[in-house]
């Protein structure tokens, strides 16, 4: 079922999450492990995301270096199909611009399509390795706005080699990521929404937020977005904060702040579990409050560990 479907059809605010692909050579086994014990609050669908190549520099006997790419987190799209396979629910695969052409990226969508997943988050993807910002492909997509033209051309049945005869229409209901505290490129939130926007134009159904600490900077934003005529659900996104190196790594990869009441307490903890229980009640009080202002639907990115998001569900219901 689409995730629109999903929330249209909800009669009480529905909890989604986000895992990420075991490292290389893991099993599949730890994404059961974090998924089971989540089973129980039915999530309606789960994403899992997708991790480009990274570059690393091997040194060679001439002393000379070679650049080399791997990947250290394959298998977004199997992850999906064993989800799907496994619980019955719903699997979003995250499809990114970067270091896909049009062609791989409509050869990736059939692949999708067979498997009977018709949900995607369409992204751009960040830069890689040492690039100071992000290059598509040759014959690849620049933002995540073209990236959802493809496959609404593919939904209206138009693959890329127009000779194609009797085509199968694909049936993708398409999400796209918002910033609540504007993406890091965009030089303000109001070009960033102009943007946003354009997602929606062209074909985004929904919208999956940032994380975001401060609940106003959600509010703030959805608010911004409907002025701005954006007028679907945008959906927040919550990470559960763990650790006191997340004080300053969270900030520094997402661009989003962590308000100074968060980081005191955080500071005076003693112990991990004390700084885990910190970030758990942070997050119940968000989820609470957003809950009573009526989302659709919380997103909770786990990076693939269940301990405390269960623990702020568990004291939700
Ligand atoms: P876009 O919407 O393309 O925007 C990128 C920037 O360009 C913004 O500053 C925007 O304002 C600007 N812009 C957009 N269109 C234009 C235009 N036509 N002209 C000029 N400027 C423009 N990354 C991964 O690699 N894998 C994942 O699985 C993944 N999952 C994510 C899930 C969520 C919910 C979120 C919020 C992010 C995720 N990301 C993921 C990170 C994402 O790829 C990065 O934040 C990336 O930098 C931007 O992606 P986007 O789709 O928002 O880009």
Not at 32 to 37: E, G, R, V, W
């Amino acid at each position: 079922m689409k995730v629109t479907e999903h929330l249209s059809n909800a009669k009480k605010p529905l909890f989604s999450f986000e895992i990420l692909p075991p490292l290389k050579g893991q099993k599949m086994q730890s994404i059961y492990d974090a998924i089971d014990p989540l089973m129980e609050f039915k999530p309606p669908f789960i994403d899992v995301t997708y991790h480009r190549e990274e570059y690393v520099f091997q040194k060679l006997d001439n002393g000379l270096h070679k650049r080399k790419s791997i990947r250290k987190r394959p298998g977004t799209v199997g992850i999906c199909a064993a989800i799907k396979h496994k619980y019955a629910v719903d699997a979003i695969p995250h499809i990114i611009c970067g270091g896909f052409s049009k062609e791989e990226t409509e050869n990736a969508l059939i692949d999708l399509e067979f498997l009977g997943i018709d949900n995607v988050l369409a992204l751009r993807g960040d830069a890689v390795g040492n690039e100071a910002r992000f290059v598509p492909e040759p014959d690849g997509h620049d933002y995540a706005s073209s990236l959802i033209t493809q496959i609404i051309n593919m939904n209206e049945g138009k693959y890329l080699d127009e000779n194609l005869q009797n085509v199968a229409k694909s049936d993708f209901c398409i999400g796209v990521a918002g910033y609540p505290e504007k993406h890091f490129e965009a030089p303000n939130l109001a070009n960033d929404l102009k943007y946003l926007k354009q997602k929606v134009e062209n074909g985004a159904e929904y919208i999956v937020t940032q994380m975001f600490f401060d609940n106003q900077k959600y509010f703030d934003f959805l608010k911004t977005c409907r002025e701005a005529g954006i007028n679907v659900p945008i959906i927040p996104g919550l990470k559960p904060l763990t650790t006191k190196s997340q004080l300053i790594n969270l900030p520094r990869n997402f661009h989003i702040d962590i308000p100074q009441e968060l980081s005191d307490e955080v500071e005076k903890c003693t112990s991990k579990e004390a700084i885990k229980q910190v970030g758990i009640e942070w997050g119940i009080k968000q989820s609470k409050e957003l809950i009573e202002n009526g989302v659709p639907c919380i997103h909770y990115y786990t990076m693939s560990r269940h301990g405390s998001t269960y623990k702020i569900l568990k004291s939700l219901a």
